[in-house]
């Protein structure tokens, strides 16, 4: 009886060490179950190949230890069972420890962060994975096969989780819902956008830091409960401004943190084809996007860039007071952008107002859209009382966001733009990439998460990177298919395309490849969760 408790509990330990993965894909999805059992339907193949073999195997092994153990221990039953029940739990032991150190030891773009939910999730799967090998062992099976449905048992810990966490939740909600609303001197800005939201918040931020006090949310803190995190556990008293950025995957989520932080200020930074596995279509986009200005009050403002799309169409029904941003004097644009030009030293550009005042502007950030971002952010600031030569020294503060189009000198110039792409973004990045002298080098996967016209848009992207790079580097051999048939049906050499399995096998190749005076634009780089 003691043997059989020892197995269960280290089973279930073991189960606990393959669910780590499993719990890590669930918060990539946000703890959304119908994302994750997209992933999980994705990936059915790695469950086939890992889970399922090590559970299943382990169980038959259970079986047949005691007939292999038989030759050598003949007269020794009980000693036979005991040494067998050993033997196959030890493999079991080693086996799910290697499978488990490859996985930590594996790079990811955006690691498991242990915040008190995922541990109170992982708590929940540990015990579901305790009470299924008891469950198991009573009804006479090796608690073994319980390993081949940790991916499953991380998704039932998700649902007995879910009713406890929106109760936590809401109440972290609420604490900062109230600690805002006795903020009535508090300047409150909301910036949302397909893409380029993080950039313009963190070039508002340092501009406005010219004049105030300001707290922007961290990196990519654009959920309800990241948003409410930090206005509980960093916003103080002699903060002046809060700027906080708000992310979307599906619609209501905008008008989810509005109704949390009532943005007086608000921001449209883009609207594109961005999460189309969950929105559906560019209309529940752009209408998702628009619940940031539907929120705003009588005395709100909003800004947007002008696009010739979707924010012209909705700065044109913005019932409230509005600012647009542009390089079209035709626009009269309340700022408008001039004399650009890009070098190694990042980029130079005129701002101009329309109260008549400009100011010349230098920034290490690379890409129009990162000027039409900074010029939003101006915007802003002047609606906010800062003068064009204040914003123009807060311009020169604005540090480029880690993997945005950033630029890392050396012998071979490298233009790191691998946090994510979309069809704006990537036609951008080439824009740069074009205007570079030297051999001109992209690496990468394409574009992911754009539900059916994935494979459109990519053809797209790779007839774009005829004429604006060199070579190419693509990596993942399935899902780059479409990039490299656009390349060669728009006259790409097709002896300058190469193709490697993962990101480790491209970079060799380039190592092979590249030289001095080269410059290599790396174009985004798969998430964690995406297999193929």
């Keep these: 009886m003691l043997i059989k408790w020892i197995e269960i509990l280290i089973t279930a330990l073991c189960c ?169 001197d508090l300047i409150k800005i909301g910036i949302t956008g397909s893409y380029g939201k993080t950039s313009t918040k963190f070039a508002l931020r340092d501009i406005l830091s010219v004049k105030y006090n300001v707290l922007a949310t961290p990196s990519s803190f654009n959920t309800p409960m990241g948003v409410s995190s930090v206005i509980n556990n960093q916003l103080k008293r002699s903060h002046q401004v809060f700027i906080a950025e708000m992310g979307a995957r599906h619609v209501g989520d905008i008008k989810e943190l509005c109704d949390l932080v009532h943005p007086k200020y608000a921001v449209i930074t883009s609207i594109g084809e961005q999460h189309m596995e969950t929105f559906g279509s560019i209309s529940n986009i752009v209408n998702t996007k628009n619940e940031i200005m539907d929120a705003l009050p009588e005395d709100g403002v909003g800004f947007f860039p002008s696009d010739g799309a979707h924010c012209d169409r909705l700065f044109a029904r913005c019932p409230r007071e509005k600012y647009q941003v542009s390089s079209d004097p035709a626009k009269n644009p309340y700022i408008r952008i001039d004399d650009v030009r890009v070098d190694t030293e990042g980029s130079r550009f005129s701002l101009y107002c329309a109260d008549g005042t400009y100011s010349r502007c230098h920034t290490r950030l690379l890409g129009r859209h990162n000027i039409e971002n900074i010029a939003l952010a101006a915007a802003v600031a002047r609606r906010l009382g800062l003068t064009m030569e204040e914003i123009s020294r807060g311009i020169r503060r604005i540090e480029p966001v880690e993997h945005r189009l950033q630029l890392i000198p050396g012998p071979i110039t490298v233009i790191d733009d691998a946090f994510n792409s979309n069809p704006a973004g990537s036609a951008e990045a080439l824009n740069v990439l074009s205007g570079f002298s030297g051999r001109r080098f992209i690496v990468t996967p394409g574009m992911v998460e754009q539900g059916e016209r994935e494979k459109s848009l990519n053809f797209a992207f790779g007839t774009h990177m005829t004429g604006k790079a060199d070579v190419a580097i693509l990596v993942g051999r399935k899902h780059t298919a479409p990039i490299r048939e656009g390349m060669i049906q728009s006259g790409f050499n097709e002896e300058n395309i190469f193709v490697a399995d993962d990101l480790g096998q491209a970079t060799g190749l380039l190592r092979q490849m590249g030289r001095p005076g080269d410059v290599v634009l790396f174009e985004n780089d798969l998430p964690d969760n995406y297999n193929e």
């Design 16 to 184: 606990a060490a393959g669910e780590r993965h499993y719990i890590h894909m669930l918060q990539l999805e946000s703890y959304q179950l119908p994302g994750y059992q997209r992933w999980l339907n994705r990936n059915l193949e790695r469950m086939l190949r890992r889970a399922v073999p090590v559970g299943v195997g382990f169980t038959l092994l259970k079986y047949l230890m005691p007939l292999i153990l038989t030759p050598v221990m003949p007269s020794m039953p009980e000693q036979r069972t005991v040494v067998s029940a050993c033997l196959t739990l030890g493999l079991f032991v080693i086996t799910v420890g290697l499978l488990a150190w490859r996985d930590l030891k594996t790079p990811a773009k955006k690691p498991l962060v242990f915040t008190k939910r995922a541990r109170r999730l992982y708590g929940a799967a540990a015990l579901l994975s305790l009470a299924a090998c008891a469950l198991v062992e009573a009804i006479t099976l090796p608690p073994y096969i319980v390993y081949a449905a940790v991916a499953y048992l991380v998704w039932a810990a998700e649902v007995v989780e879910e009713p406890i966490e929106k109760r936590i939740n809401a109440g972290y909600f609420r604490a900062a819902k109230k600690k805002l609303e006795e903020r009535e």
